[in-house]
């Protein structure tokens, strides 16, 4: 008993700081109350950007001189079809580690993702056949970028509605997590076929983006707004973690004494 | 013979796969004859999926109006979205009543890898569901009044397809089995997988028939064939193992 106490103490100064960290961040508690102290400044610093990109967006930015105002969709629109891809990407790094080391955070983390991803999709989705309606004549069209968002779309809902379908908490995360990754090998495969599909059946179409000479004046408010974005992905991601594990945790000992904490 | 044979197929395969210690390829054949023998139990079921792609396809041209060119110019399409309609409704049955009776528990008890037992059914599936579906493809054809010159393309792409049909579904089969009504879920889940081979197939198909070439879609589908192949069991392993827990 002596030995083992001396060896551990031992021990622990060699870990570096990182890994110890990450440690620390798998245990329920220690997430909860970390994240709480650190979701207050993500929601702020989504706040901060979102007003001066918006502003720098709005105002200050001119009118594209071929897409006249409705160019200020893009500042919207770009940011939440890059999360999206993002959000996705990231949750198959997460199934993996959850997978492997069978990590509950990770789980949570990660169905936490789902829905914010889906409703990243939806926006560049609704943003973009909008901004299509002044600029093509259309809502939409099948290009190749609205058809892949599309079908990442439905890669999500598919993730949700598996995790949703199965009642025991751990089992319907480690099947969504597979799902995922499943997802993820195929989503290149996706992604390459319908850009492939679309130029064989419709020729050239419109290409989105107006080449890659965009002028500072909007290239600021874009990625303000998509640094942004990280940040709100970032709040509302640990805020639905937080409830989940809260919810998983219910009869533990430590979410009584966060009760008890926070009554009294 | 009959009464034995539905015996030996109702009890696991009780020699091939508790033997434990005889080969693997033993357990692999033994499960693909027992898949086998109890689908042409069920004749009727057997016939289900056929019947579900002849009637989409015959609907289409109630839909859309019988002009020969229209019909030819839509029929890979759907032909291929037929078949991915028919799979899937095929497809809940794949593990559905060995994980029911509890056979699958058995399966993975049995000490064999899991990902062979999910192969061999995988190839039993597709013989019962996917050859069926190549082998009805001409008289599909002649409906939808498809080019003759591209009736070859047509026959082999579906003989490529359906097995990467089969493969991959099999892993939502996997994820959902445990779930009273998995079917409907299965559907959401394997359709977006699918996009990449109905491209594929309906390009080739469509080449085919204005007469360019398309072996390099021919070789897209092999390789696709080739990489669900070697991955798709392992993940519908994983997947079972998953809903077994």
Redesign the interface.
């Known amino acids: 008993m002596n030995t083992n106490a001396t060896t551990m103490t031992k021990i622990k100064p060699r870990k570096n700081w990182l890994v110890m960290f990450i440690h620390k961040l798998g245990s329920p508690p220690w997430f909860y109350n970390f994240s709480g102290k650190l979701i207050p400044w993500l929601w702020a610093t989504f706040a901060a950007l979102t007003i001066w990109g918006l502003y720098l967006g709005l105002y200050v930015a001119p009118a594209d001189y071929q897409q006249g105002e409705s160019v200020r969709i893009m500042y919207l629109h770009v940011p939440a079809a890059w999360m999206s891809m993002m959000i996705y990407g990231l949750m198959a790094v997460m199934s993996f580690i959850a997978l492997v080391w069978r990590i509950r955070m990770m789980e949570i983390l990660m169905m936490s993702s789902a829905p914010i991803g889906a409703a990243f999709t939806i926006i560049a989705l609704a943003s973009g056949s909008l901004w299509g309606r002044p600029t093509w004549g259309t809502y939409w069209v099948w290009d190749a970028r609205l058809t892949s968002e599309l079908v990442l779309l439905f890669l999500y809902l598919g993730v949700i509605g598996l995790h949703n379908a199965i009642d025991e908490p751990r089992k319907a995360a480690r099947a969504a997590c597979l799902l995922a990754l499943v997802g993820a090998v195929n989503l290149p495969i996706i992604h390459y076929s319908v850009k492939w599909w679309n130029t064989l059946h419709q020729g050239s179409s419109i290409s989105l983006t107006g080449g890659s000479s965009i002028d500072t004046s909007m290239l600021w408010p874009l990625l303000i707004m998509a640094v942004a974005a990280k940040f709100y992905y970032g709040a509302n991601l640990l805020t639905r973690a937080r409830i989940k594990l809260l919810e998983q945790d219910m009869r533990k000992g430590w979410v009584k004494n966060v009760v008890k904490e926070q009554t009294s | 013979m009959t009464i034995e044979a539905s015996i030996d197929a109702g009890g696991a395969a009780s020699t091939g796969i508790e033997a434990g210690a005889g080969s693997m390829n033993k357990a692999f054949f033994a499960l693909l004859r027992r898949d086998l023998l109890l689908a042409f139990r069920r004749r009727t079921e057997l016939l289900f999926p056929v019947i579900f792609l002849l009637v989409v396809i015959s609907l289409f041209p109630l839909g859309i109006g019988p002009s020969p060119q229209l019909l030819a110019r839509i029929a890979p399409g759907v032909i291929w979205i037929a078949a991915l309609l028919a799979t899937v409704i095929s497809l809940d049955g794949l593990f559905r009543s060995d994980f029911e009776d509890g056979t699958l528990e058995q399966f993975v008890l049995s000490g064999h890898p899991l990902t062979l037992i999910a192969l061999a059914k995988i190839v039993a599936h597709w013989l019962v569901a996917g050859l069926p579906l190549v082998l009805l493809s001409p008289l599909l054809a002649i409906w939808m009044n498809l080019p003759l010159d591209s009736l070859g393309v047509m026959i082999v792409t579906l003989a490529l397809g359906t097995p990467i049909l089969s493969l991959i579904g099999s892993?939502?089969v996997g994820?959902?089995i445990?779930?009273k009504r998995?079917g409907q879920?299965l559907s959401?889940?394997v359709?977006?997988?699918y996009?990449?081979i109905l491209?594929?197939a309906t390009?080739a198909v469509m080449a085919a028939s204005d007469g360019l070439p398309y072996t390099a879609f021919l070789g897209l589908l092999v390789a696709g064939l080739i990489t669900s192949l070697t991955?798709a069991p392992f993940?519908a392993a994983?997947?079972l193992k998953?809903?077994l827990?």
């Open positions: 892993i939502g994820l959902t445990s779930l998995g879920l959401l889940l359709f977006p997988l996009v990449p491209i594929i390009a991955l993940a994983a997947a998953i809903s827990s």
